[in-house]
């Protein structure tokens, strides 16, 4: 399905387009560009997100290493952010393909109208032909808001624009049971179920010290991306050649859900859930098994300050969270409705908890 996909999410790490003490690898960057030219040259359209703004602002800033305070990482994101579109412009136009840069902040994700807009902007400048290149605004992130790591931000990005497939290139070459630096590791070269998944060790830092994903934040995109119905390949920058032709290589995670409404994986992955309700086995038998609407009834406690019309989290008795949807009441006219039936309750307040059709059930 990922060599034949029409559209598709091309994540690249900060390590496979940097050099190791900061700055950008020209050869490396041609390299990736010659491969995307001529997937798009052969029909196909590609969205970029690329990491790698941080890093290439290290040098030109004299800076020794990464940065870890806030100020100087949105300084060498300044600075590196104009250098990397400088290049990838440059790189494109040797094929006569024009660059899109969008900025995003997790801020543009999580809320709904913002989400709308760089849905509508990133389907545009495919349609022009274009190839958006993608990255986090780290100029303007915060730690909160910021979303982490790039992996996380291509999974959002493949369902925001209706990707066929995601490939994820960093600078190893496939999930592996363990360590692949210690020995003894063996390649996952396919992941159908979760199951698939047991006994794994994913790592959470980059060996090379210029992201901040890892193993582990891969592995979780491509659960975000494979549970919303969008297969995942997970291989090194250089397979990137066969990642993006016969897609023979690496770790292929199959899509193990049905494509979820633009609205729905809003709901389940990019909000920010302000508060959590807990429920009872009965409440979560009928929101996760019957995906019906959750009723005062099946609420056993309140947690957080919210407000109606928020996203909150649904949990089971073990505090596991099952569900997420969007509450009809504020966090403080609940407590007094909780554990009631309908019937019990004041005709005003006889509405749902939450509706069913504000409800996205997790796997």
């Avoid at 959470?204 to 919303?228: D, F, I, P």
């Avoid at 995670?253 to 729905?264: D, E, I, N, Q, V």
């Amino acid at each position: 399905m990922i060599a034949a996909a029409q559209r598709i999410v091309v994540k690249v790490g900060s390590s496979s387009l940097t050099r190791a003490r900061g700055g950008l690898d020209q050869a490396r960057l041609a390299s990736l560009v010659d491969t995307v030219a001529r997937r798009v040259g052969a029909g196909g359209q590609v969205v970029l997100v690329s990491s790698g703004a941080i890093a290439a602002g290290i040098t030109p800033l004299g800076l020794g290493r990464r940065p870890r305070d806030l100020a100087s990482q949105q300084a060498a994101a300044s600075v590196g952010q104009q250098a990397l579109a400088h290049a990838y412009a440059e790189s494109f136009a040797r094929y006569a393909l024009t660059v899109g840069q969008v900025l995003l902040t997790a801020d543009d994700v999580v809320r709904r109208s913002h989400y709308r807009n760089a849905q509508r902007t990133l389907n545009r400048l495919l349609t022009l032909g274009a190839v958006p290149v993608v990255n986090e605004n780290d100029t303007v992130a915060t730690n909160e808001i910021r979303f982490g790591d790039n992996d996380r931000l291509a999974a959002l990005v493949s369902h925001l624009v209706g990707a066929d497939a995601l490939v994820l290139l960093s600078d190893v070459d496939a999930l592996y049971d363990g360590d692949p630096r210690r020995g003894g590791a063996s390649a996952i070269l396919e992941v159908n179920g979760v199951e698939d998944m047991l006994g794994v060790e994913a790592g959470s830092t980059g060996s090379s010290g210029l992201g901040t994903g890892g193993m582990a934040s891969k592995v979780e995109a491509a659960r975000v991306a494979s549970s919303a119905g969008i297969p995942v390949l997970l291989t090194s920058a250089a397979q990137a050649d066969r990642a993006l032709g016969d897609a023979d290589v690496g770790t292929a995670f199959a899509a193990t859900g049905s494509r979820l409404s633009a609205r729905r994986f809003w709901l389940a992955h990019a909000a920010d859930a302000s508060g959590r309700l807990w429920l009872d086995d009965g409440a979560v038998s009928a929101v996760v098994k019957r995906r019906r609407s959750l009723l005062a009834a099946g609420v056993t406690a309140v947690e957080g300050a919210f407000d109606g019309g928020d996203v909150v989290e649904l949990v089971d008795p073990s505090g596991m969270v099952v569900a997420r949807g969007v509450v009809a009441y504020d966090a403080e006219e609940l407590p007094a409705l909780i554990g009631r039936s309908s019937h019990q309750l004041p005709p005003e307040q006889r509405r749902e908890v939450v509706h069913a059709d504000d409800l996205v059930p997790l796997r």
